[in-house]
């Protein structure tokens, strides 16, 4: 099992940025996948994007694409969200996720999740 904690978030203005971060412990995978999610007031989880650890590969949603990059630090089991150009629309809860099969949009997909970490972008 992994055990995931965002932090990082709080209130920005539109066109700042915010770096997220998600500590990971517990079992992991070679192959493991890492992802970001976000879920605003009234609306469904969405996926942001993901990073795959074997190759780095990455994926956005054309929403963040540009503006956010997901990153990792092996040395300390840590995966970051570096967001910046912030919209209002960006505001949400932002969710830290894993999974040991290929990286994926789909929400059901990921096997497991952090609490969530505030992000809020005034305008």
């Known amino acids: 099992q992994v055990q995931l904690v965002e932090s990082g978030g709080g209130l920005v203005q539109a066109g700042g940025s915010l770096r997220l971060s998600c500590a990971a412990s517990?079992?992991?995978?070679?192959?493991?996948?890492m992802g970001w999610f976000r879920q605003a007031t009234g609306k469904e989880r969405e996926f942001v994007g993901a990073?795959?650890?074997?190759?780095?590969?990455?994926r956005y949603d054309d929403s963040v694409k540009g503006r956010f990059t997901i990153s990792r630090d092996n040395a300390k089991n840590t995966v970051y969200l570096q967001m910046n150009s912030l919209k209002p629309e960006d505001t949400a809860v932002y969710y830290c996720?894993?999974?040991?099969?290929?990286?994926?949009?789909?929400?059901?997909?990921?096997?497991?999740w952090g609490k969530g970490t505030l992000v809020t972008v005034s305008s």
């Open positions: 517990g079992r992991t995978f070679s192959n493991y996948g």
């Open positions: 996720a894993a999974t040991a099969n290929w990286i994926t949009s789909n929400t059901r997909r990921w096997e497991y």
């Open positions: 990073i795959r650890w074997s190759g780095g590969s990455t």
